[in-house]
Every structure is written in C-alpha cells, then in structure tokens.
C-alpha cells in the first residue's frame, strides 16, 4: 500500500518537529533566562510532539511551574497560584508525554515523575480532600419509579448501552444529561484548578453549579462515565440524597482530572478491568475512598453469531486503530511473518485513520506506519476499512481479532470479535506491565508477548477449517458466558438500582 495523500503534511509537521527540537536543544543547552522560560521552552517542544533530549527536562520544568505557583500562593493566595499551577499540570499529563507514543513516565516511576507536584503546596490545597457529603444517599424508592440519572461530556459510546437497557423498563425512569449542554461550566484545567484553590466546599453557591444541582437533586442514582472533568465538577457538590457512581475507563488516568475528585462524595467506583484498579492506587490514592466494583462493559455479545465463510481464517483485523495506543504496527509486523508462511493472510485496519492533521506527536508514528505499510512483504495486504454501523456484519470477514494496543481498559472491539467467532491474539499491552492488564481479563492463551508468538498462535489456530472453527467457537462461548449483557446485567442492576 503505497504513501498516503497525506504525505505533504505529514513533511509538514516533520519540519515543524525539527524546528522545536532545536529551539529545545538551544533553550535547554544555554539554561538561560528564568524557570519560566525553560519551562516554556519544554511546553513548547512537547506541543510540537517533540520529547525533551533528557529525562530530567520535564520534571525540572513541572518543579520550577510549582515553585512559582507556591511562591504565588503564599504572597497573593490561592487565586494567583491556578495560573503556574495550570502550566505544571499541562507539562507533567501532556499528551506528548503519555498518548502519542507508546510508554508514559506515570507508569514507568510514577513517584519520582510526580514528586515536583506531590511537594508542591499549592498542588496540595488543589489535590485537597472535601469534606465527606453530609448525609447517605437515600435507600431505593418503593412508591415510584427509581430515577437514574446518566451524565457524559459529549461522549456517550459506553453510556448509550446502559440507557438503552434502562430505559422503558418498568419501576426506572431515565434521565440523560450531557455537560456539553450546561453553559459556563468549568471544564479546562486551569478552570478546574482554580475552583480546587478558591472554591467554597460546596459549590452550590456558584452560578454555574445550579443546573447540575438540580438534576442531581432530581436522581435517586447518578452514574457518570469518565473520571474526568465530569467527575471533579459532580465531587464539588454535596450530592444531597442522590447516590453518585463514577466510572472509569483508562485514558482518564492520564490526565490531571482524577487528582482533582472529592473521592469522599463519590459512593461507588466502576473499573472495567482490575489492573485499572491497581494503576488508579498506583497514581492517586486517594481514590481507595469509594467502594470499587470491577464491571465490564454493558454489550450485546449475541448480536455478533453470524455465519463466516471458511476464507475469513486469513483475515486480520484491528479494530478502532487511529490512535497511537492500539500501536497496528505491531499487528502489520504479525502479518508480515505470518505472510513468510502463506500470502493468503491479510489485516483489515477498521476505523478511522490517524489525523495527519491530528496531534504533534502522532505524526511520527504515522509516518512509520505508513512506510512499513509500503514495504514488499505486506504491500496490498493491509486494508484499511471505515466504521460501519453493522459491525457484526463486517466481523464475518475477519478470523483472527488482534487487540495490538499499548493499553486498553477492556477492549471492548476485541471481545465483539471473540464474540463473532474469531480468534482472539491479545498483545500483552506492555504500558500497563506494571499493573497487569490482558491476563485479567482473558484467558491465557489468548495473551502474546511480541509478534512472533502471536504469529505461532494464529498459524496453529487456523492450520485449517475444523481447527480455526473450534477455536473460534470456543473464543465465542467463553466471552458470551463472562461478557454479554444476559451475564453482567445482574451486577448493573445491584449497582444502579440498589438491588
């Protein structure tokens, strides 16, 4: 598959990228001018997609940020410390750091990553706990029906399923509300930030609060997914009556957001995978304050048995790979070994491309990937499929489901592939090694290191019809009997209904 129309941006951004690594290299080199210049000259090459030459450059620049927002605070107060504040958390949870490429510092040591900010004070006054909400949460009503309450801002991907199966059923009412939707709400860092310095310990009294209060007084059970900006505007309010869950999927972790919950106002927190457990204590521990449930996903796994014809074996697929983190590298260098023993084998990359116009620091792997996607041994092999609705329907082409990624937090395209009858190769995400990951959540054997052995797993599996069938089958059974709404229903009602 030859280079992309994309190809002048993608030089484009290469020239900028060059341009803010030596104006980095000059910055850094003449350690001239205050610790506010260096740490621009850090947030700028991070924007730029560009990593510090050394690993000392960015917690040195998060430190000077701190320090200035300390000396602030102590001489003006809290108000005038959101502004350095702001700019040590935007250098220390940039995106550069832990999105666009395949490791992250918070993971790798994050106490040594972080210390500039654990010993900051004015990182201490914003990181702060609440004061515990100042009643339970009322029992379930008996004389009408329970009144749940769904909040998202903006992204409802895991939400609509939840609604879907609530909504209609008899003795539940529910309500939706997106944040998006509520004009003036605090939502950058720097607003967050802020209200965590100056904000009263309730902030009802604030105009922006009303609306969300409100509906939050108008619910028996408040679920919001993404512990994020959501979660920390929702934390600043005692939730009165209403039973508040918060529910976490992975990216949250992070970002600066889930340092900023009031956990002592959150009554229960929803992880999809225990090792996001285990990475939430790992970053704030704080967050031990709410009961922890372990709860995949709601999905309709049935929808996914649909016949496949016997030539799908051959066929890859990576689903949802334009974003850095699901690293299709990885399954391109699978692909290409497998090809060494038969040519019939094939990827399918669904979803949407990486932007070439996307983040900085995503264009070099773009770049990568779309010079390995032109090289002999997997030229015209890979294709690149867009999103469609009926995903079972373009599920009955694949035979091999590969879930490539760096980290996930369930995977749920790779368990709709299981479903569907292929057979599932699960890299084991090497970001999360520290926390665990795919081993707690699938089998065994399901989990590969590095391309050859998921290479060795897929030509054993699919030798032939009869093999690649049963082990399909087998793949379908066991996610359906731990994964699909019929089995995990149960554990959702208990926790939205107090049943």
């Known amino acids: 598959m030859g280079p992309s129309p994309g190809g002048e941006a993608l ?9 803010a690594r030596r104006a980095l290299t000059r910055a850094v080199g003449l350690r001239a001018g205050a610790g506010g210049s260096r740490a621009e000259a850090v947030l700028a090459a991070l924007d730029a997609g560009v990593l510090p ?4 450059e960015v917690t040195e620049a998060v430190a000077a940020c701190a320090a200035e927002a300390d000396a602030a605070l102590a001489r003006s107060g809290p108000a005038s410390a959101a502004g350095p504040l702001a700019r040590a958390a935007a250098i220390a949870f940039h995106r550069t750091l832990h999105f666009d490429g395949t490791s992250s510092p918070l993971v790798d040591s994050s106490n040594a990553f972080m210390q500039p900010l654990l010993g900051s004070t004015a990182w201490t006054r ?3 706990p609440l004061p515990p909400r100042r009643q339970p949460p009322a029992a379930a009503p008996t004389d009408r029906p329970h009144r749940l309450l769904l909040v998202t801002l903006k992204n409802w991907k895991f939400l609509e399923p939840v609604a879907a199966q609530y909504t209609g059923r008899p003795g539940v009412e529910v309500r939706r509300l997106d944040l998006a939707d509520l004009p003036g709400l605090p939502l950058s860092p720097l607003q967050q930030l802020r209200l965590r310095l100056t904000g009263p310990d309730d902030a009802r009294s604030l105009p922006w609060a009303r609306p969300l209060a409100d509906a939050v007084d108008g619910a028996d059970t408040v679920f919001l997914d993404w512990l994020q900006r959501g979660a920390v505007l929702l934390s600043a309010l005692d939730p009165g009556r209403a039973r508040v869950i918060v529910r976490l999927h992975s990216f949250e972790a992070f970002t600066v957001f889930p340092h900023l919950v009031g956990y002592d106002r959150v ?15 790992h970053l704030v521990p704080e967050a031990a304050a709410p009961r922890r449930h372990v709860l995949a996903n709601l999905a309709d796994l049935q929808r996914f048995a649909r016949p496949k014809p016997d030539d799908a074996r051959f066929t890859l697929a990576v689903v949802g790979y334009g974003v850095v983190a699901k690293d299709p590298l990885w399954a391109v260098e699978t692909l290409a070994l497998l090809r060494r023993h038969d040519r019939r084998y094939r990827l399918l990359l669904v979803g949407e491309d990486l932007d070439p116009a996307g983040p900085a620091g995503a264009a ?11 090289a002999p041994d997997v030229a015209g092999a890979v294709e690149r499929v867009p999103f469609t609705p009926d995903v079972p329907d373009l599920l009955r082409r694949v035979g091999v489901v590969v879930s490539s990624s760096v980290r996930e937090s369930f995977h749920l395209g790779l368990v709709e592939g299981a479903a569907s009858g292929a057979v599932p190769v699960v890299r084991d995400w090497p970001l999360f090694a520290a926390v665990g990951g795919p081993q707690d959540l699938f089998p065994a054997d399901w989990v590969t290191p590095e391309p050859a052995a998921a290479a060795a797993r897929v030509l054993a599996l699919t030798a032939d019809v009869a093999t690649w069938r049963a082990a399909g089958a087998a793949a379908a059974g066991w996610v359906r009997d731990r994964y699909d709404a019929r089995t995990t229903q149960p554990s959702y009602d208990d926790l939205l209904l107090g049943r």
């Open 11 to 19: 030089r484009a951004l290469r020239r900028r990228a060059g341009g």
């Open 53 to 56: 030459p050394g690993p000392d």
């Open 126 to 128: 914003a990181t702060r």
């Open 267 to 281: 009554d229960d927190l929803v992880v999809v995978g225990p090792h996001l457990g285990r990475l939430l204590d």
């Open 364 to 374: 070099g792997y773009r770049r990568r990937l779309e010079e390995r996607l032109a």
